[in-house]
């Protein structure tokens, strides 16, 4: 049944280029036609059209081909539509269905697993022919000594042991193979890392008959990364080593050590995709006694943790910080360390900093204390940002982003995060940001390419484009001024710490200014 299948799929595969080669072709003929360069235009697209045609008489044998997009940059996120549906509709084999999940391998070395002592592993999804890898480190908190570890082991195993996993994961926002959803990685080597490990992804120490639980989140990274090469990420172009929440501070410990590892490999760009993971050590709202990793100062947390792990964190930051290698673990004394590229994604008021700082949203209102801890927390991410190259910070009440699926509906002044990215990519190609080189972060931005993309508006939610508000009670959409009102927040006194008419401000709340 399959030699007979085989030639099929093989035409159709064929077909498929053919038709995407015309297709470019005829997309870069209008974006031709639309250029003030005249003549100019019209023999760089004669040129590009010989080019591509010349090539489609060698690409018969191979799984992909280059193309060049310059041409069609402007509306770079219809044509990739196009692409895929073009190229999904001539498939013949289409019976088959093509596999856009993301499948689970265990890892090989069975000496590296989960806390409990199971095999650790990973989720992956090829595609064949490209350059580009995603690995992606998922969150989850962490626990610091027994008693935290073995009421985390009850309520959420899954963050501790591989037992359960599923066979398949379907990515979202920027792991998602959907153009429409993720317009610049949709069609990268996409892999997801579970967490399993409750150590920040920064543990070394092996389960023992002396200890019950293993700590082995840096290892695993490794030992991935070790497994890929064997998968073509040997002959990458970019890695983007991303994560959110626990996972994007994984992302800081790890990516100049995962750089390190692939040295021998001189062509790969390894960078890091840090998302909600900027957290700092900044006094609680309330303090209370370290009882368990919600209420615990996330300071002290981390200080019995790395000892309690075995934590690792890089070499540079552990020499700029030795005997209070914790520090490290907060994303501003980290980043000036770091050799590797690093873009940041931060919401300004991050629940999870809230969480672990003591202020609860749990339905009712906030008193002005917590109001005004609310907006100063705000302010000193903004600090803490300040000198960071490529960030993405918008002045919202959320936590993660980059795998939501509205990933792409969120702005900063204008730019989306897709956008920020891709603008981000284009100012370090053609810059050798390979493993081991002095630290930079590529040429300047291009004009209407912003990288430092940070709101300046003091309260949450005073982005127009931030998430949908829900009542943690009732489930129902809040307005900006009903939840900034459930926050406490007092139009009168802020009309007038602002300079602004009262009218005027209830105005700019209305249209979600």
């Known amino acids: 049944m ?44 004669a040129q590009h059209q010989q080019q591509l045609l010349a090539h489609r008489e060698r690409v018969d044998g191979a799984e992909s081909f280059p193309l060049d997009f310059t041409a069609v940059e402007g509306n770079m996120d219809n044509f990739m539509v196009q692409i895929k549906n073009l190229a999904q509709s001539l498939y013949p084999c289409s019976a088959q269905k093509l596999d856009q999940d993301m499948k689970l391998h265990f890892l090989k070395n069975a000496t590296v697993t989960c806390n409990d002592g199971s095999s650790a592993g990973y989720y992956i999804k090829e595609s064949k022919g490209s350059k580009r890898w995603l690995l992606f480190l998922e969150g989850g908190w962490y626990c610091f000594n027994r008693q935290s570890c073995d009421s985390r082991y009850e309520t959420v195993r899954r963050l501790m042991s591989s037992t359960k996993w599923p066979q398949t994961r379907t990515g979202t926002g920027i792991l998602s193979p959907q153009p429409e959803e993720n317009p610049h990685w949709w069609n990268a080597n996409v892999v997801f890392i579970p967490y399993c490990s409750s150590d920040v992804w920064s543990g070394n120490t092996p389960k023992t008959n002396h200890s019950d639980y293993a700590f082995m989140g840096s290892l695993i990274i490794q030992e991935v990364v070790n497994e890929l090469l064997t998968k073509g990420l040997d002959n990458a172009k970019v890695l983007l080593l991303t994560g959110s929440s626990a996972g994007g501070t ?52 981390i200080k019995r943790g790395i000892r309690y792990w075995g934590g690792l964190v890089p070499e540079s930051c552990r020499q700029v910080h030795v005997g209070e290698e914790w520090n490290c673990f907060f994303g501003y004394k980290v980043f000036p360390t770091l050799k590797s590229p690093v873009f940041v994604v931060q919401w300004l008021f991050d629940e999870a900093q809230l969480t672990a700082d003591n202020v609860h949203l749990t339905g009712q209102p906030v008193n002005e204390g917590q109001w005004r801890y609310i907006q100063n927390l705000g302010q ?16 919202c009440l959320s936590h993660e982003l980059i795998t ?43 004009r209407g390419c912003p990288l430092h993309l940070m709101d300046s508006c003091p309260w949450p939610h005073c982005n127009p484009s ?28 802020m009309a007038q710490q602002q300079g602004m008419d009262p009218r005027e401000l209830l105005g700019m709340l209305s249209n979600g200014s």
């Not at 031709?32 to 005249?38: I, L, T, V, W, Y």
């Not at 508000?469 to 009168?492: A, C, N, P």
């Open 404 to 446: 939501r699926t509205y990933w792409t509906d969120i702005q900063v002044k204008g730019t989306s995060l897709p956008r920020a990215l891709h603008c981000w990519d284009r100012s370090l190609q053609g810059n050798n940001h390979v493993n081991g080189s002095k630290r930079a972060h590529g040429t300047p931005p291009a």
């Open 2 to 45: 399959q030699s007979r299948s085989a030639p099929g799929c093989w035409a159709g595969r064929s077909a498929a280029r053919s038709c995407l080669l015309l297709l470019l072709i005829h997309t870069s003929a209008q974006v031709g036609e639309r250029s003030p360069n005249g003549g100019r235009a019209q023999s760089r697209r």
């Open 380 to 395: 000193e991410l903004r600090s803490t940002l300040r000198q960071v190259p490529a960030v993405f910070s918008p002045a």
């Open 466 to 493: 931030c998430p949908t508000i829900r009542d943690q009670l009732t489930g129902q959409e809040m307005s900006v001024i009903q939840f900034l009102k459930h926050m406490g927040f007092d139009v009168q006194k």
């Open 250 to 301: 994984g992302v800081l410990l790890n990516v100049d050590r995962v750089a390190e590892q692939l040295e021998s490999h001189r062509g790969v760009q390894v960078r890091g995709l840090v998302d909600s993971g900027w957290f700092l050590d900044n006094k609680q709202y309330k303090f209370t006694d370290c009882l368990d990793t919600i209420s615990c100062d996330p300071t002290e947390a």
